[in-house]
């Protein structure tokens, strides 16, 4: 019987995502396809640096810890198979549990999302990431920073996930009141509708799959922890939390903070990837803790 991917958290990782290539992406910016090729097969045996989304990739390892293969981890690469083995000896060398591929060539990765069951893709090509979201997919584009360091060898106890809400959890609905009319416009229309639920966002699924994954174990021994990081404030967090509440979600901890910067908050949580859809967020973010920005699903 084949194996189903079905009741597992498959996360689909671009190799640029879990590694530093942008160098080698530059090569093939200015020197075009086969100079990036001979470049990465005359560097086969050279291990690649860790990446922006290497220290969640590594975190969510932890998960299958038990013996149940709950999340699967899947390399989503526009190479192709002669310029893989440099990433599959850099997978081996960090001992990285991944042994399943999907190497496109330069064509488009999006049609195999669904037939891997991807419940989360992470990419640094914008294009991707979009047309991800356009299929339903939790995507995000990773947002690479020279000052945050990644740590290959470091200790993780517990995987730490933050999300903002609006456009990410939740539907963009009322981010569109907010963009259109205004604050005060968007803090009356929340409290109005305070009792009825936020229709879900592109994260909402995935959010519902860590949530059940956590009910598998003990609180003192819960692998991954989750929190909210929004700017919302009262009187809109109460219908933040009665939606959540509605769909039987745990999250773990919330932050509403009104405006104030998120970097400090996410900083401390110790988040080891916070999804957002404003780069005014994701940006200065991205200097302290990894980060990837949501795209809004195109009209």
């Given at each position: 019987m084949a194996m189903s991917l079905d009741d597992k958290l498959v996360v689909g990782i671009s190799s640029r995502?879990?590694?530093?290539?942008?160098?080698?992406?530059s090569i093939y910016e200015e020197k075009g396809l086969q100079a990036y090729l001979e470049y990465q097969v005359a560097h086969e045996k050279d291990i690649l640096k860790p990446g922006t989304a290497f220290p969640l990739i590594k975190a969510l390892h932890k998960l299958n810890d038990g013996g149940e293969q709950l999340v699967e981890i899947i390399i989503m690469s526009k190479n192709s198979a002669d310029t893989s083995l440099r990433i599959f000896n850099s997978i081996e060398h960090y001992g990285l549990e991944i042994s399943r591929a999907a190497l496109v060539g330069g064509n488009r990765i999006a049609p195999y999302l669904s037939a891997f069951r991807t419940g989360l893709f992470l990419?640094?090509?914008?294009?991707?990431?979009?047309e991800a979201i356009d299929a339903g997919i939790a995507a995000g584009l990773i947002c690479s920073h020279d000052n945050l360091t990644?740590?290959?060898?470091?200790?993780?106890?517990?995987?730490?996930?933050?999300?903002?809400?609006?456009?990410?959890?939740?539907?963009?609905?009322?981010?569109?009141?907010?963009?259109s009319q205004g604050l005060a416009a968007f803090a009356e229309h929340e409290r109005l509708n305070a009792r009825k639920p936020l229709p879900e966002g592109p994260f909402a699924k995935l959010l519902t799959t860590i949530s059940?994954?956590?009910?598998?174990?003990?609180?003192?021994?819960?692998p991954i922890r989750t929190a909210l990081v929004t700017a919302r404030n009262a009187p809109a967090h109460e219908r933040v939390i009665r939606t959540l509440m509605a769909w039987g979600v745990r999250i773990d901890e919330a932050f509403f903070l009104g405006g104030v910067q998120k970097s400090d908050f996410l900083k401390a949580f110790g988040a080891h990837i916070f999804f957002d859809d404003q780069a005014v967020h994701t940006d200065p973010a991205s200097r302290l803790v990894p980060a990837a920005r949501v795209p809004y699903k195109s009209e």
């Open positions: 995502a879990l590694f530093d290539l942008e160098y080698e992406n990419s640094a090509n914008e294009k991707d990431v979009q990644i740590q290959p060898d470091e200790e993780i106890d517990q995987i730490r996930i933050a999300f903002d809400g609006d456009a990410v959890i939740f539907s963009d609905e009322s981010e569109k009141i907010y963009r059940k994954v956590q009910k598998q174990f003990p609180p003192d021994q819960m």
